[in-house]
C-alpha cells in the first residue's frame, strides 16, 4: 500500500454495513478492516480494490486484547507514519431474542464481549491515535459507534443485547464527554430498525415496503457526515431509522 | 424570479442560522425567507443573490396565522408551481432567563407563540406541500425544526423557554411519526451551544475558545444533510454542540 | 370549616384522580378542590366530607389567571391562616386524537392553556404559599403535576396534546430545579395508561384485564408518597402503568 | 427461624442503604442478605434482629454463579416452602473515576461483573420464585434494582461504571417488560446523589447542607413503597435525589 499520511480503521467490517462504510471512507483514505475471519473482511477488501480504493484486512476478534494489540502492531509495519483519521467500531456477534429464563450466561457474556468489552479495547487502543492526528487531520479525528434499538430500549425477550447496548451507549456517552474537548469527536449512531445486508434479503421488514430496510450506503453516507462534521457542531447521537419504521 | 421546480423556505431568516441555512440551500433551489420585519431578513436575501441565487423575502410573524396565510398567498403569486423541496422552522423571539416566579404571563406566550403555535401553523400550511412533492422531489421533502438545549432540560430559571421548547420537541416528533411513512422527512436539531452570529460577537463562551461558538455555516451543513438523507435512513432528532461544551 | 394549620389544593377535582387523591389528602389535611363547574368537583367534595374529612369546592377554570387570582382570594378568606402543604395539578380538558391536518389551532389552544398556562398560573399562585409552609409544614410542600404518556412520545395524531404535555414537562422540571433547593419538592407523575374512572366504564383497555386501567387510589397512594418523601430523597419523575400495559 | 409464608432478600447488604432496606423489609418479612463477606452483612443482621424481626446472612458473590446458587439452596433449606415476596438487587462493589486511557481492563470486568453479570444470575435466579409466589403474595412480587447517576449519564471519567450501569437499566427494563405482565414487579430506582452511610460520614457533598447526603431509611421507604405498589399503577423507574442535589 502506498504510503499516505492518514488511515481509516473499522471493526466489524461485514458485508453489510462494514462494506459501505470501508467503500465511503476508502474515497478518503486507506481502509483497514477488522473482522475475525478472513472470510467477513473478504468482500470489503475486494470491493474497496475494486473501486480503486486501497484496503487492508486483519483478522483480529474485538474483544480479545491480545488480537487487537496484533493487529495494531501490523497496522504500524503495514501503514509507517500514519495516523488514523477514523475508527469505526461496528463489531456484531448477533444475540438471541428469548425469554429471559432461557438466556444462558453465555448469551450475556458474547453480547457484552462484542458491545462492551470489544469497543473498550478498541477505544483504548485508537484513541491516542485520534488525539495524535487532531491537530493535523483534515476533519475532527472520529470515533463513531454503531448502535441499535436496543441501545435506547429494553424490550421483553431482548434482554441480553439491552444489557450490551445500553452499556455501549454509556460508554460511548462517557468518551465524547472526555475527548471531545481535547478535538476527538465520539460519536454514537443508533440504527433503528433493519439492515438491507446481503443476509437479510429474505427477511420481510415493515410489510416489504421499498426502502423498508436501511440501506447500507446511507448509513455510511451518515458516518462520513459524522466525520467531516466542524468542530463547533459535533453531533453526539443521531438515530437512523426508515421512513415507514414504527418507533 | 426564473421558473424553478422546487423551492426552499426559511421561517426565521435572521443573520445567523437563517442566513446561512438561506446560502446552503439556495445552492440548489430558489428560497423564500420569512421574517417578522424586513431588516430580519434583508442579510439572507442580499447574501443569496450576492452568491448568485435567487431569493424572496416576505414579512410574516409565524405566529400570526394570517400574516402565515397571506405569505404563502404570495408565495404561489410569486412562484407559481414551484413545489416545496425543503421547509426550515428557525423563528426565535429571545426569551427571559429569571426566577420564575418574577416571570410575567406575556413571557409564556411569547415563547409559546413563537415555539409552538408558530410551528403549527408552519406545519400545517407546509406538510400539504411538501407530500404534494414528495412523488418527484430530488429528495425527500423535509421539514427541519431549529431545537435548543432547553428541548431537552428544564433548567432553574428557564421555566418559560424550556415549556415551549419541550412542546416543540413533542409536536415535531409527533409530526414525524405521521408524516414519516407518507414520505415527508421531519427532524429535529438540537442546537446545544451559543451560535457565532453577528450579534453574539461580544458574548463570550466556553472561555473564548476558538470554535466554542456554533458557526451557523455548520448548523446549515447539518440541516442539508438532513434534507439529503435517503428515506430508508431518516433521522429524527440529533444534537449539535461545540467540541468544548459541557453537557 | 375549622382553623387549621395547614390545607391541600386539588386543580382538576373531577370524578377519577380528583375524588381519590383528595380523599387521600383528606386524610392530614382540609382540602381546597378547584374545577371548572361545581358539578365537577361536587363528587370530591361529598365524598371527603362522607369520610369525616374537610373539603372546599371553588370554581375556577385554571387557564384564567382572573379566576385563578378570585380563588386564591377566597381560600385566604375561608382559611385563614392556613398554610399550603400540598398542592395537586391535576387539570385535564381532553383532546383531540385526529390527522394533524384536521386539527384546528383551537385544538392547540386548548390543550396549551389546560396543560401548560394553567400550570404557569397555578404554580406562581402556590409557589410562594408552598415557600412559606416550608419551614414549619409537617413534610416538604409539594407541588405534584400529572402528566400522561404524551409528555414523553409525541405519537402520531397526538401533535397537540403532545406539544401540551411535553411542554407541561419542561415546565414542571424547570421548577423542580429552581425550588428543590428551597425546600419545595415539585415532581412529575407519569400517568401512562387509562385510569379506571367513571366516565371509562366502558372503555374496554388492555383485553378488559382485571386492573388493566390505573385505580384513581393508587395514583393517590402514589402522590401522597411523593408529598411524604424526605428532603434528602425526593423524586423529580416517576411513571404508574398498569402491569399489564405495553410500553 | 421460624416458618413464615413469605420472605425478602437483599443482594448488597452493607451498612448504608442495605442494611436500612432489611430493617425495613423485616417489619413485614423475614429478610435474607447476601454479601461477599460475613462482616459486610453482620450490621444488618444484628440491626434487625436488634429490631425484633428474622434475619439469615448468606456469603455470596452476586456475581458467581456458583455462589449463587449455592446461596439459594441454603435459603431452601433455612426457610422451607417459603415464597419470595421481594429481592432487591443492591450490590455494590465500587469504581474508579479516572482517565478513559487509564482504566485497565479489569475495571470495566469488574464494574459488569456487580452491575450486569451479577443481576443476570440473581434475575435468573428469583424470578421464577417471584412468579410462583404472584398468587398469594400480599403485594405484587418485587424485583428492585439499585441505580445511580451514572445509570442515565456517562460523565467524563466514568466510562467503566457508565457502561456498567447503563448495562444495568437496560436489563432491567427489559425484565420489566416480560415479567411485569406476568405479575412480577420489576423496578429501577436511580439513586442520584450521595448516599448518607458510615463509610460517607467524612465527604462533604452539597457543601455540607443538612440532608445534602441521601438518607438510607429514606432509599428504605422508597423500595417499600414500590413493593407496595397496586397493580395498576407500578412505577418502572424513579429517580431519588436531595432537595440540593444539581441535576
Not at 458485508?15 to 483497514?32: I, K, M, N
Not at 425469554?99 to 448469551?107: A, I, M, S, W
Not at 477505544?123 to 488525539?131: D, E, G, I, R, V
Amino acid at each position: 500500500m502506498p504510503s499516505s499520511a492518514f488511515y481509516a480503521l473499522i471493526a466489524g467490517a461485514g458485508a453489510g454495513t462494514g462494506t459501505a462504510v470501508a467503500l465511503r471512507f476508502a474515497q478518503a483514505y486507506p481502509v483497514v478492516l477488522l473482522a475475525r475471519s478472513a472470510s467477513s473482511y473478504a468482500p470489503a477488501v475486494d470491493a474497496v480494490r475494486a473501486a480503486g480504493g486501497a484496503a487492508i484486512g486483519i483478522v483480529a476478534d474485538a474483544s480479545d486484547p491480545a488480537a487487537v494489540d496484533a493487529a495494531f502492531e501490523r497496522i504500524a509495519r503495514e501503514l509507517p507514519g500514519a495516523r488514523l483519521a477514523a475508527a469505526v467500531y461496528n463489531a456484531f456477534a448477533g444475540f438471541a431474542v428469548k425469554p429471559f429464563l432461557e438466556l444462558r450466561p453465555e448469551d450475556l457474556t458474547t453480547n457484552l464481549a462484542t458491545g462492551v468489552h470489544g469497543l473498550f479495547f478498541f477505544a483504548q487502543k485508537t484513541l491516542p491515535q485520534l488525539l495524535a492526528a487532531a491537530p493535523t487531520a483534515p476533519h475532527p479525528p472520529t470515533l463513531i459507534v454503531t448502535g441499535a434499538t436496543a441501545s435506547l430500549r429494553g424490550s421483553a425477550r431482548f434482554a441480553s443485547i439491552a444489557a450490551a447496548k445500553f452499556g455501549q451507549r454509556g460508554l460511548t456517552q462517557s468518551l465524547a464527554r472526555e475527548f471531545g474537548p481535547r478535538g476527538v469527536h465520539v460519536a454514537y449512531a443508533i440504527v433503528d430498525g433493519g439492515i438491507d445486508t446481503p443476509g437479510a434479503k429474505g427477511v420481510v421488514m415493515n410489510n416489504g415496503v421499498e426502502d423498508g430496510k436501511i440501506r447500507p450506503e446511507a448509513i455510511a453516507d451518515n458516518y462520513w457526515h459524522l466525520h467531516t462534521q466542524h468542530r463547533s457542531a459535533f453531533t453526539q447521537e443521531l438515530d437512523l431509522r426508515p421512513f415507514v419504521e414504527k418507533f
